[in-house]
């Protein structure tokens, strides 16, 4: 299969941008039987998380982008310290980009 033109990409971008995380991530995971996991759950800023896929049959890597918040107790008790409940996370973007020998 050939590599994946910018236009390819967009359309691949908007298709991914309209599911839900682990949908997206199935989509991405059937696309391409060479293709690996690059990093997952990466952070690299405050509540931002990274999750990409090289997919290296169609030249692309997509990166899934979710926002991370923390809901933290809020006890006003004297000496206590506030006590991290839970994490969510929501799924925002995707950045599908060429890799290195994709000239496409």
Known sequence: MAYYTSQ?????RSELKKLKFNQAKGRIRRL??????????NSQTT???HTAYDLPTL????ILVESE?????????A????TLL????EFVD???QPLAGNQS
């Open 8 to 12: 390819q990409r967009e359309a691949l």
């Open 32 to 41: 391409d039987a060479k293709g690996r996991i690059a990093f997952l759950k």
């Open 47 to 49: 509540g931002v998380l």
């Open 59 to 62: 030249g692309i890597r997509v």
């Open 69 to 77: 918040t923390h809901v933290v107790d809020e006890t006003n008790n």
């Open 79 to 82: 000496g206590s310290t506030p």
């Open 86 to 89: 839970a994490s969510k996370t």
């Open 94 to 96: 995707v950045l599908v």
